[in-house]
């Protein structure tokens, strides 16, 4: 069991006992230790048990309960609470904008215990008649629930991803001596997955008398060539049926938009059987092979019959960690550790952007942390080199479009990444007046997180994408593809409109930890899509062709 698990236990445990209106002071110590699990800098499962009460934030009980954890798997208070606690009520944890406290309201003093029925009492605007729920309050949950309940079956990629790897290899095992291939959204890379979908050779019946005697998947529904399985692992699981002779036909279907597949079938008039690979399928349709994350246009097929599909840019092509925090702010490494993983990932530098003082939840820099922070990567530069850490800020874009210091604090920075953090509840011509005019500093060298969007979780302002990337081709501002599995901000469907401008993007992946150098890969897997190659990204840069840029930047800036 690992840090984050063990948190999340002890967060939920703080949250129930919140709910239940039990002891405040065991609760609060409780969200404590999980704010303290999830900042260690070491597996607390490594540690002996002697050792975990002496981390800071981590008092003897909540120690007793983590080693309680990690001798049996389970904890008990926590099982208690929970049998304690009607499911739909456990379940409005997962609505932003109502807290324990409130959720203690709408269940003790409203009677309501679960989701749904929350939604048809806001709708009936019964919430706002309760003390510390306004109208405002009771529209924002309205407008939460219909997300929840439209994405709830949803999972994100990177939540995907493990379990893809482990089902596709039990599903060998079980379907011995049959072809087995993933297909689906996953294949496609695709951000937000419904299903896991493999295809199966065989029949239908086969498929059923196998999984029939298979532990964990229970039968959920079936379709025209498919059936569905919910798992234990809480991802419904589709298996789709194929003879031997339309197995590839039916991969590449099944992994490719409708649109996509109505192109193609135009070229090919299903007439290719019998072929072993999707390569050697597209080779005998006279095309360029397409890979399955580009099976989204038709323009694509136009461009494969043509053999002009360009080369994409590959996890390997990223040179750099561009936006990332250090314990500064809100990180939990020092730079110098991030700086180390850098290295050791062949990285040959690393933008330092902590958060800006107006970020006061994120301890962001004032203005004299600032000159210690550069200082110090002086120093650190003087050490590591030739690998550099370049000086950086996250600045908030304020209310009113500005950034978050002065002219003369903002030019001693290498470059500034802009991004919205504060008052996300905007109608488009104010997110766009702050967008704007964050575009139009000339200080602002990278466009962070477009949209502020949280994928399953926030809907991201409304934005007008076009009349943002023309902003940024006419102040030459690179916009980022914030690389967070929960983010993926901007979407890779405006980013070929910003290549058609010329405009840089730049694959970031807001690390707020050594692990999350890494997730720069999945801004990779949907850059792929958007045919974005690493000529137009600004993380592939070497060290030099870098700091150029920047050079170039500001005398084009003239600052």
Not at 399 to 406: A, F, M
């Amino acid at each position: 069991m690992d840090n984050y698990q063990i948190a999340d236990t002890f967060s939920l445990l703080s949250k129930l006992m919140d709910i239940h209106g039990e002891n405040s002071f065991k609760s609060k110590s409780y969200a404590s230790a999980a704010f303290a699990i999830e900042k260690a800098g070491v597996q607390l499962q490594d540690l002996p048990a002697e050792k975990i009460a002496g981390i800071k934030g981590i008092g003897a009980s909540s120690a007793q309960k983590i080693t309680e954890l990690l001798e049996t798997g389970h904890l008990k208070s926590l099982e208690e609470i929970i049998l304690k606690t009607p499911p739909g009520v456990i379940e409005m944890l997962n609505i932003k904008g109502i807290g324990p406290k409130k959720i203690n309201t709408i269940w003790k003093e409203m009677e309501i215990e679960t989701v749904g029925e929350l939604l048809y009492a806001c709708k009936e605007n019964r919430l706002k008649l309760y003390k510390g729920f306004g109208e405002k309050t009771q529209q924002n949950v309205i407008d939460t629930i219909e997300f929840y309940f439209k994405n709830k079956e949803s999972h994100l990629y990177a939540q995907v991803m493990p379990a893809a790897e482990q089902v596709e290899s039990f599903f060998v095992k079980v379907f011995e001596g049959k072809r087995i291939a993933i297909t689906g959204a996953y294949k496609q890379q695709l951000e937000i997955i419904d299903d896991l979908c493999f295809i199966v050779e065989g029949s239908k019946e086969t498929i059923e008398l196998t999984m029939n005697e298979v532990e964990g998947f229970s039968f959920h529904s079936s379709g025209e060539d498919h059936l569905v399985y919910k798992s234990a692992i809480g991802i419904n699981v589709k298996l789709y049926w194929a003879s031997r002779e339309n197995f590839i036909e039916k991969l590449i279907r099944t992994s490719s938009s409708a649109e996509f597949y109505a192109a193609l079938e135009k070229v090919t008039a299903n007439s290719i059987k019998n072929v072993e690979t999707e390569e050697a399928y597209f080779d005998n349709a006279g095309m360029q092979f397409v890979p399955a994350y580009l099976r989204e246009q038709t323009a694509i097929v136009t461009k494969a019959q043509a053999r002009s599909l360009p080369g994409v840019i590959q996890p390997s092509d990223i040179k750099a960690l561009i936006h990332s925090h250090s314990n500064w702010s809100d990180g939990s490494n020092s730079i110098e550790e991030m700086a180390m993983a850098c290295k050791e990932r062949g990285l040959g530098y690393m933008v330092i952007s902590d958060h800006s003082k107006t970020a006061f939840y994120a301890n962001g820099l004032s203005e004299e942390r600032i000159r210690d922070q550069h200082r110090y990567i002086d120093e650190l530069n003087a050490k590591l080199a030739p690998f550099k850490i370049f000086k950086s800020i996250e600045s908030d874009i304020l209310n009113d479009g500005s950034l978050d210091y002065s002219n003369e604090i903002l030019a001693t920075f290498d470059l500034v990444i802009a991004s919205v953090h504060s008052n996300l509840k905007m109608t488009e011509e104010k997110a766009m007046m702050r967008l704007m005019s964050a575009i139009e500093n000339p200080y602002t060298t990278i466009l962070g997180h477009m949209t502020g969007r949280l994928l399953l979780s926030r809907p991201g302002y409304p934005v007008n994408h076009k009349k943002i990337i023309d902003a940024c081709a006419a102040n030459h501002v690179a916009i980022e593809l914030n690389a967070h599995p929960s983010r993926l901000d901007i979407d890779w469907r405006q980013i070929q409109y910003a290549l058609e401008k010329n405009v840089l993007i730049s694959i970031d992946p807001d690390a707020h930890h050594v692990d999350g150098i890494d997730d720069t890969r999945y801004g990779v897997w949907v850059a792929q899509k958007a045919m974005l190659t690493k000529e137009n990204n600004l993380s592939s840069f070497t060290l030099d062709e870098f700091e150029s840029y920047l050079s170039k930047h500001k005398q084009m800036k003239r600052i």
